[in-house]
């Protein structure tokens, strides 16, 4: 019975009715969107920062990551490695040692940070391989081969094939120096890696800093960095004195905090966008409640109660709302896809943005996550209801007598 | 004199400005400090060294022993190349004015100190590489004040110039009388905390002129650490010319 009176109402004014439904669409669907291309914004920074160097999780040295103490080195025996491998979530392991020193390449010299991997553990760890602009990555048995920064490479004068000196401190006080060969060029859009990073083999670089056996970090990358946390929390439970497990938000702090303000800024265009749309809502309610002030004077006279009049218009209001969040997520789902797909390419107008830490690629894109489905669908029903709420009361609180004489 | 702070920063200028200090204690009274450079200017003119010396590095690390030979042409010239152990010989230095390259023998390659890297290391020393290239002018870039004058020393403060483009806010620089040897040099940082000593001892007189053998260089953040610089042998105005000063000399063994 309320239902149908509700849907009679709602159709009687077919006008306002597809207004109030587009606008909640629309602000539906964009909001969707928006919040896919901040969730596709934070996993290019993440990406960018935990896998074209860090990885999600490092376990060295009890504060090596302060401050990159060369001498704080240790030697990762198997039941490490396999202890690490075998933690659930961890997707891939791989050795460091890193040094700082020149490379050299005729008269040009400039000062780097060089490190040392094995190519085939690094690439579970990385995506450096994916960043590659000239040559290729690392063999498996990379020898004396080197990746170079492409601001190096272009500082330097260097292409691939072309022949490299490295210059550092061993470890024992002697100058380390040996010949190394360009391989590839790689360039990940972070300034302070282009211009500084060069990847060796592992074992090169042990030779030259007398350092055998021994590494810096172990660089492990997760099925879901967002666990890196708990899953450092555990290994630190875990590992031989001495060592600790780091995650990306202890390694990247500012990250974290990108993170972080980043859902507050999420939780502000809700609220803006949804309030824009409550006020909306209740405008539409208001208007057709007066409109209807003598019906529900008489319906009342005929002894419908005040909740029962209430309860109409709520139906009213969630109706509305129920077409409006199946049309939003539709066309929010729709536009979301497509830009999971193919994206909007910036590349030709802006270049490669660096913060936190990560860098943003000049290319938007949607990233599907369920809760920027969710909320918003959520918010919608609350935000009708609320915003039904008061023409209903007002509808509820009328005097049948004043209502059927006012015209 | 007071130009003798730039001993203290090399030891291969060292040996060339103490050779041309001629004065005695009445003679440094009566002389203000600033004719007393360009006195000591005149002396040290053409002067030439060649020089035997054994480097000793001690850090919280490891601990190693060079043996170097060095060449020296006035002030602005010098080549230095590792002698032992066996793993660095050959590996030299040379510098030519404000430049610096090193030369690897293990893979027959010279490699010029970019800018950036002035303030490392020299053959992992507590020498800086800007240590060679400062040394010689320290008195074109730090003004000289005499501190205090005691029957067994004078205590000279270097402050650099304005425009001076130096790493140090101070230099205090203690000469010992009557030899007018160089005794302890302690270097300040901008902030006028102390970070650094030399200390000249083992005074000896070879050539005809009186200099101290030995020079020891002291990082004061790091108790523990240091760098010894030991003379074993000087001769002076040895026959060299500025062409021996060359990437090709650099390379040879």
Redo the contacts between chains.
């Keep these: 019975m309320l239902w149908r009176l509700a849907l009679r109402n709602i159709w009687r004014n077919k006008r306002r009715t597809a207004l109030t439904v587009s606008a909640m669409v629309v602000s539906s669907s964009l909001l969707i969107l928006s919040l896919g291309i901040f969730s596709g914004m934070l996993s290019d920074m993440l990406a960018s920062a935990t896998e074209q160097y860090y990885g999600h999780l490092v376990v060295s040295v009890t504060g090596y990551q302060d401050d990159r103490d060369f001498?704080d080195n240790f030697s990762p025996d198997p039941a490490l490695l396999e202890r690490i491998a075998s933690t659930s979530g961890v997707r891939g392991i791989s050795p460091r040692l890193r040094a700082f020193g020149?490379v050299?390449h005729g008269?040009?010299?400039?000062?780097a940070e060089i490190l040392g991997v094995e190519p085939a553990s690094e690439r579970q760890v990385t995506r450096l391989q994916e960043k590659i602009v000239a040559g290729s990555y690392l063999p498996d048995d990379p020898e004396k081969g080197a990746l170079l920064g492409r601001g190096l490479a272009e500082r330097l004068g260097v292409n691939p094939g072309d022949e490299l000196?490295f210059?550092t401190?061993a470890?024992?006080?002697?100058?380390g120096?040996?010949?190394f060969t360009l391989r590839g060029i790689f360039a990940t859009g972070d300034s302070r890696h282009d211009n500084g990073l060069v990847l060796v083999g592992l074992s090169a670089l042990q030779r030259l800093t007398v350092l055998p056996d021994r590494v810096h970090e172990l660089a492990a990358s997760l099925e879901d960095p967002m666990t890196a946390g708990a899953t450092a929390a555990q290994l630190n439970g875990q590992l031989p004195e001495g060592l600790e497990a780091t995650d990306w938000g202890q390694l990247l702090p500012e990250m974290q905090e990108a993170i972080a303000a980043s859902d507050v800024s999420r939780l502000i265009i809700v609220t803006i966008l949804y309030f824009a749309t409550g006020l909306g809502i209740l405008n539409t309610f208001f208007m057709s409640v007066m409109e209807r002030t003598r019906e529900f004077g008489i319906l009342m006279a005929l002894g419908m109660r005040p909740w029962r009049v209430r309860a109409m218009v709520l139906l009213e209001t969630l109706a509305m709302g129920g077409v409006s969040l199946a049309l939003g997520i539709s066309l929010g789902l729709a536009l979301s896809l497509y830009m999971a797909t193919v994206g909007i390419d910036l590349s030709e107008s802006i270049t490669p943005i660096t913060y936190a830490g990560g860098t943003i690629a000049p290319r938007l894109r949607v990233v599907m996550e369920p809760a920027n489905f969710i909320v918003p669908s959520l918010l919608l029903l609350v935000v009708c209801l609320l915003a039904g709420f008061l023409p209903a009361n007002r509808a509820a609180g009328l005097d049948p007598v004043a209502a059927i004489r006012e015209d | 004199m007071p130009s003798s702070c730039s001993t203290s920063l090399s030891f291969f200028v060292a040996a060339i400005l103490l050779t041309g200090i001629p004065c005695t204690a009445q003679s440094v009274q009566a002389l203000e400090l600033r004719e007393l450079i360009r006195h000591v200017e005149q002396q040290y003119h053409g002067s030439s060294s060649h020089a035997r010396t054994e480097m000793r590095v001690r850090t919280e690390h490891w601990q190693r022993s060079l043996e170097m030979e060095a060449w020296s042409l006035e002030r602005d010239r010098f080549l230095v190349r590792i002698l032992a152990p066996p793993k660095e010989r050959g590996v030299a230095t040379l510098k030519v004015d404000k430049e610096v390259w090193n030369y690897l023998p293990r893979v027959d390659r010279v490699i010029k100190v970019p800018p950036s890297m002035m303030g490392g290391a020299w053959m992992g020393s507590h020498i800086t590489n800007d240590d060679l290239v400062k040394a010689s002018h320290v008195d074109e870039d730090y003004t000289f004040t005499l501190l205090k004058e005691s029957p067994e020393h004078y205590l000279i403060e270097c402050l650099p110039k304005v425009n001076a483009a130096v790493v140090w806010g101070k230099i205090v620089y203690e000469i010992l009388k009557p030899l007018l040897v160089p005794g302890t040099v302690t270097y300040y940082d901008e902030g006028m905390i102390p970070v650094r000593e030399i200390l000249f001892a083992d005074v000896r007189t070879t050539g005809g002129r009186t200099l101290p053998m030995r020079m020891t260089v002291r990082p004061l953040d790091k108790p523990g650490e240091e760098t010894v610089l030991q003379y074993q042998e000087i001769n002076f105005d040895v026959p060299l010319t500025a062409s021996f000063f060359s990437l090709r000399t650099l390379k040879e063994r």
């Design positions: 001498f020149l050299s008269q040009r010299s400039d000062p000196v210059v401190q470890a024992d006080g002697s100058i120096n040996d010949l």
